[in-house]
């Protein structure tokens, strides 16, 4: 039987201390276990983890860098359920892996290859540790673990086959020797934030894929006057750009030669090389965590940037269903998709998923925010009809799936407001209001110097931190929370209001320019990056990804009650000025947070982030991703494990050898109440 819940206070617990300790820290009277590990097998025939850097097969098993998730309930029988609390599924993003020079070194025995070429054996382990995994777990008594061979595990890698979706589909930008009809490339890649959508299917955000393609150092004169070079440059890869491991150098096989985003063939459309490949990463991709045999498709209405999570606003009967979504890149933006399909109630259970999501996500308008400095901001459509994007003229639009594919340039042409790195966004279920985890800008200046350093401006006021009272940092490192509250037209609103809801800084900090939020020694933090409201309890999860406070505090999760969009107050920020005088600019803080409303949670190991969440649906069982704890090893002291900066999982006795290993956990309460209770 199950204990009853007990009389319950959100936020009733007693907040985590900052810790540095390579260990993951709760709340007294919570547990929190390892379920499933970088290199733990998903099939009853793959060999159990050495982690000694000479296990292969990563195709079958889990892969590195675990970040954003989502869970999918099964019943007894197998089939999908929405109440299941103790079998489900985990869909995982398996983004990316510890690197210092090319190798993945903790994947290898002697830390891999630093110089090029890369042996073809490691091009291979590398690729398939990326990508998205689908992992049943399951609860025995109180215990979580995950099922080796269910039927249901299942690796996409960036070699799996994927369609392309939307507007891009079969466009001559997505042409390649792989897919001469544009219809499909390989794989995903850089999976970072992730979404769910209403009809029960898993989205996964591609982030920095960019990096991991190289361009010769003359490919702008092989292309000549092709616009193409435009959109290369704008996404990060200017000529002679390095690939961050050479896979491109593996051997002959498409396989490698296909992260060589150079012009190499004699072909007028891109048929007999991959001068188009970078085309075919950086969407959103929707794959059926239930159905295996199904191909993912990448969504390509929503848009071609560094993505995170995508969230949906309430879905609602009769009406269009918004996505919400950021692009995690220095001055980069926020988007909003809306569908062409209104809402029908029915869809949440429909057999097909996917083909609801061609219905859903295929079709819509996209659209950018652009904030105004009084506290409104309008949605901008990005679409040939929009008079700025069809005479911008430094980058000549073709069509729909041509702002599809270059939506950083189509915002551009609105002049959509650049933003401190947005990351995930989620939707507060009590009321529909936006929130975006704006990490942190090293490239917001109160007086810039060369581009792109950018002014302080009201979503994005802070230019420099005073760390502990002590010395001035230039730039916002420990960034910020924006929300936003839709006009009354709701889900298709072209206007909005904003404020800030919560400043991360370091309690120690001035008040008057950084700690805007006066955050107490139990609520301070930097970085947030992971943002999930509980569509259960309706707390907020801040999960952080920091640099700026890490000889303090490792990277923590904190839980939130927040208030609305206008609770606080108009503020303005008067920055001295070098010669003299103030640059002052106009922000509007939401009510600052009380003991009760905001408390850290969590403090996780050595060198990692928190990241991904999901909660089984009694809102009693949590899980969430450790990611590359450790990362801050220095590759050269491989050899000897008390030199890494962590070693954790095996520390709490989970699995085999000591090298770091990313990890999901699972975050229960031991009188069987709700996570955050
Ligand atoms: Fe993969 Fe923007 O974090
Ligand atoms: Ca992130
Ligand atoms: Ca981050
Ligand atoms: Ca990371």
């Known amino acids: 039987p199950v204990p009853p819940v007990p009389a319950e206070i959100l936020l ?46 990563f195709e079958t098993r889990a892969g590195d860098h675990h970040d954003g998730m989502e869970l999918f309930g099964l019943s007894a029988t197998g089939t999908p359920s929405v109440s299941a609390t103790d079998r489900v599924l985990l869909a995982i993003n398996h983004e990316a892996t510890t690197d210092q020079t090319l190798s993945s070194f903790f994947l290898h025995a002697n830390g891999g290859t630093k110089t090029l070429p890369r042996p073809a054996a490691e091009v291979d382990k590398e690729t398939a540790i990326h990508g998205v995994a689908v992992v049943e777990v399951r609860k025995s008594g109180t215990t979580w673990t995950y099922v080796k061979d269910s039927a249901f595990n299942r690796r996409i890698t960036p070699l799996t086959e994927v369609e392309i979706s939307g507007p891009a589909r079969g466009n001559a930008l ?41 361009r010769s150092a003359t490919d702008d004169s092989a292309r000549g006057s092709d616009k193409s070079v435009v959109s290369l440059k704008r996404y990060g890869r200017n000529q002679g750009a390095a690939s961050r491991h050479g896979w491109e150098t593996g051997g002959a096989d498409d396989k490698y030669a296909r992260w ?6 004699a072909s007028t459309d891109g048929s007999d090389d991959y001068r188009n490949e970078m085309n075919s990463m950086g969407f959103v991709v929707e794959m059926d965590p239930y159905e295996k045999t199904r191909l993912a498709k990448k969504r390509s209405a ?13 879905a609602t009967a009769g009406q269009p269903l918004v996505v919400y979504m950021g692009d995690d890149s220095r001055n980069e933006y926020i988007y909003k998709f809306v569908s062409s399909a209104a809402w029908s109630a029915a869809d949440a259970t429909a057999a097909d998923r996917l083909a609801t999501g061609d219905k859903y996500l295929d079709s819509g308008k996209l659209f950018v925010a652009k904030y105004a400095a009084d506290g409104t901001g309008q949605w901008i459509e990005l679409a040939m009809s929009n008079a700025a994007i069809a005479a911008y003229a430094p980058y000549k639009f ?42 942190n800008n090293s490239n917001r200046r109160a ?41 009354a037209a709701g889900n298709t609103a072209t206007t909005f209001t904003w404020d800030v809801y919560l400043f991360g800084a370091e309690a120690a900090a ?168």
Not at 260 to 265: F, H
Not at 303 to 314: L, T
Not at 399 to 424: F, H, Q, S, Y
Not at 604 to 631: A, R, W
Request: charged share 20%.
């Open 12 to 57: 009733g617990f007693t907040a985590v201390s900052k810790s540095l300790a390579d260990a993951v820290i709760v709340p007294a009277g919570y547990t929190a276990s390892v379920v499933y590990a970088l290199g733990d097998p998903l099939s009853a025939s793959t060999a159990a983890y050495k982690n000694d850097g000479t296990d292969v097969d």
């Open 174 to 214: 997505l042409v390649t020797k792989f897919s001469t009809a544009a219809t499909r490339t390989r794989g995903t890649l850089n999976n970072c934030g992730a979404g769910k959508t209403p009809w029960g299917t898993f989205l996964t955000g591609e982030e920095n894929w960019n990096g991991y393609f190289t």
């Open 260 to 265: 060589n985003n150079s012009k190499l063939g």
């Open 302 to 314: 929503l848009g071609r940037y560094a993505h995170e999570s995508a969230a949906f606003g309430p």
């Open 398 to 439: 073709a069509d729909l799936a041509d702002i599809c594919v270059n939506a950083r340039l189509a915002a551009d042409a609105v002049g959509a407001t650049k933003m401190d790195r947005p990351e995930w966004c989620s939707v507060n279920p009590a009321n529909g209001e936006v929130y975006f985890a704006l990490t």
């Open 447 to 487: 007086e810039p110097g060369a581009s792109p350093q950018l002014a302080p401006d009201g979503p994005n006021p802070r230019a420099y931190t005073d760390l502990k009272g002590t010395s001035i940092q230039a730039g916002n490192p420990n960034g910020h929370i924006i929300r936003m509250k839709e006009g």
């Open 510 to 677: 001035g008040t008057a320019l950084v700690n805007l939020s006066k955050l107490t020694n139990d609520q301070d933090f930097s970085s947030p990056d992971g943002l999930v409201f509980s569509p259960y309890t309706g707390i907020c999860w801040v999960q952080t990804d920091d640099g700026a406070y890490t000889d303090v505090t490792n990277c923590m999760m904190l839980a939130a009650l927040p208030g609305k969009v206008g609770d606080g107050a108009k503020t303005t920020l008067s920055y001295p000025k070098a010669a003299g005088g103030t640059l002052d600019v106009d922000t509007f803080v939401g009510k600052a947070p009380t003991a009760n409303t905001l408390k850290r949670f969590l403090v996780g190991p050595v060198g990692c982030e928190i990241t991904g969440l999901c909660e089984t649906p009694d809102g009693k069982s949590m899980f969430i991703n450790i990611q590359h704890p450790g990362e801050n090893t220095d590759q050269a002291n491989l050899a000897d494990p008390a030199k890494y900066t962590s070693q954790w999982p095996s520390n709490t006795g989970y699995g085999a050898g000591k090298r770091p290993r990313s990890a999901t956990i699972v975050i229960t309460k031991n009188d069987g109440g709700r996570i955050g209770s």
